[in-house]
C-alpha cells in the first residue's frame, strides 16, 4: 500500500530524515516510534506529498511526486493541530471539505452520524472542546473511506479521558482494507492501534518490531502520567527535578519515569507539595 525507499529529507543542510526505508501492507497497521525531532512528522508529509525530498515514495503505486493528486486522494490525514475555520459549524465544515474536493454533500450527515457529530452540527468551531475539535478532523479525514489514514500524534493535546476516547474511536475505524500509520508518544496508545513499531532517531530507522513486543523489545519503563491545573505544571516540574524524579510537562500535566515503588512515592511528593492532582494514569 505505501512504499518508502531511501528517503532523505533535510532543511537548511540540517538531515532530518536520512535515507528511511519501510513498507505498510494494505489493512496492515504502524507506528512511527521516537522522540521529539526524530523526524516522524516529516515524513508523513513527505508520503502527503507536501515537501520536496530524495527517495522514492508510492501510495498504491502512484509515486507521489509524479502523482501527488492521484495519491493524496487515497488518503486521510489528520494532523496533530488540525486548522479549522472557527466560524464556520461543524456541518458546514464537512460541506466545505465535500465541496473542495468535489464529493457528495450526502457525506455530511453519514460522518457526522459515524462520528456522534450529528447532534451538535450547528455549534460552531470555536466553541468546540479540544476533543470536539479532533473528532471533526478525524470526520474530515474520513469523508472521501480513504484506503490510508495518516494520523500525526492525534491524542497529543487531549486530556486523558478524551484521549481514551479518541484512541477508542481510532480502533473502530480499522478494517482489513484500510492501512494507518501513527505517530504517539503513548505506548498503551501504539500497542492499541498498530500491528508493527518502526523506531526513528535523529532521523535514521534505529529498529523496528511487532507491537507485542514493543515494550520488551525496546526496555520501555513505566510512566506517570499526572494531570494537574495547568499554572502548576511547570512548578510541578521544577520541584519533581530537584527531588530527583526525571520528568516532563506533558499536556495537561507532568510525565514522570518511575519503578513500581515510586508511583505511589510521587504522587504522595506532589501531594505534600501542595499540588492539586486530578487524575493520573500509568504508561508502560
Known amino acids: 500500500m505505501i512504499?518508502?525507499?531511501?528517503?532523505?529529507?533535510?532543511?537548511?543542510?540540517?538531515?532530518?530524515?536520512?535515507?528511511?526505508?519501510f513498507n505498510v501492507a494494505t489493512g496492515e497497521s504502524v507506528a512511527l516510534w521516537g522522540p521529539n525531532g526524530a523526524g516522524k512528522t516529516t515524513v508523513i508529509r513527505c508520503i502527503l506529498g507536501l515537501i520536496s525530498h530524495q527517495g522514492h515514495i508510492t501510495v498504491a503505486g502512484f509515486d507521489t511526486k509524479r502523482d501527488?493528486?492521484?495519491?493524496?486522494?487515497?488518503?486521510?490525514?489528520?494532523?496533530?493541530?488540525?486548522?479549522?475555520?472557527?466560524?464556520?459549524?461543524?456541518?458546514?465544515?464537512?460541506?466545505?471539505?465535500?465541496?473542495l474536493r468535489n464529493l457528495s454533500l450526502d457525506l455530511v450527515s453519514e460522518t457526522a452520524d459515524l462520528l456522534n457529530l450529528a447532534e451538535p452540527g450547528r455549534k460552531r468551531v470555536a466553541d468546540l472542546s479540544g476533543g470536539m475539535r479532533q473528532r471533526l478532523a478525524i470526520g474530515i479525514s474520513l469523508l472521501a473511506d480513504p484506503l490510508i489514514l495518516l494520523l500525526d500524534e492525534p491524542t497529543s493535546s487531549l486530556d486523558l479521558d478524551t484521549q481514551r476516547q479518541?484512541?477508542?474511536?481510532?480502533?473502530?475505524?480499522?478494517?482489513?482494507?484500510?492501512?494507518?500509520?501513527?505517530?504517539?508518544?503513548?505506548?498503551?496508545?501504539?500497542?492499541?492501534?498498530?500491528?508493527?513499531?518502526?523506531?526513528?532517531?535523529?532521523?535514521r530507522k534505529v529498529g523496528e518490531c511487532t507491537s507485542k513486543a514493543f515494550t520488551s523489545t525496546w526496555g520501555i519503563q513505566s510512566w506517570l502520567n499526572v494531570t494537574l491545573p495547568p499554572h502548576q505544571a511547570a512548578p510541578a516540574q521544577t520541584r519533581l527535578e530537584a527531588a530527583g524524579y526525571q520528568s516532563q510537562q506533558y499536556g495537561r500535566g507532568v510525565l514522570l519515569q518511575v519503578s513500581a515503588?515510586?508511583?505511589?512515592?510521587?504522587?504522595?511528593?506532589?501531594?505534600?507539595?501542595?499540588?492539586?492532582?486530578?487524575?493520573?494514569?500509568?504508561?508502560?
Open 3 to 21: 512504499e518508502v525507499k531511501h528517503l532523505t529529507k533535510a532543511y537548511k543542510g540540517r538531515i532530518v530524515v536520512d535515507d528511511l526505508s
Open 68 to 99: 501527488s493528486t492521484a495519491a493524496r486522494s487515497l488518503i486521510g490525514y489528520v494532523p496533530q493541530e488540525p486548522a479549522l475555520y472557527g466560524a464556520l459549524t461543524i456541518n458546514e465544515t464537512l460541506a466545505l471539505s465535500c465541496r
Open 166 to 203: 479518541t484512541a477508542a474511536l481510532l480502533q473502530s475505524l480499522k478494517r482489513p482494507g484500510r492501512a494507518f500509520v501513527l505517530t504517539s508518544h503513548r505506548v498503551q496508545e501504539v500497542e492499541m492501534l498498530t500491528d508493527h513499531v518502526i523506531a526513528l532517531d535523529a532521523g
Open 261 to 284: 515503588k515510586e508511583k505511589a512515592d510521587a504522587l504522595t511528593f506532589l501531594h505534600n507539595a501542595r499540588f492539586d492532582v486530578l487524575d493520573f494514569e500509568v504508561w508502560r
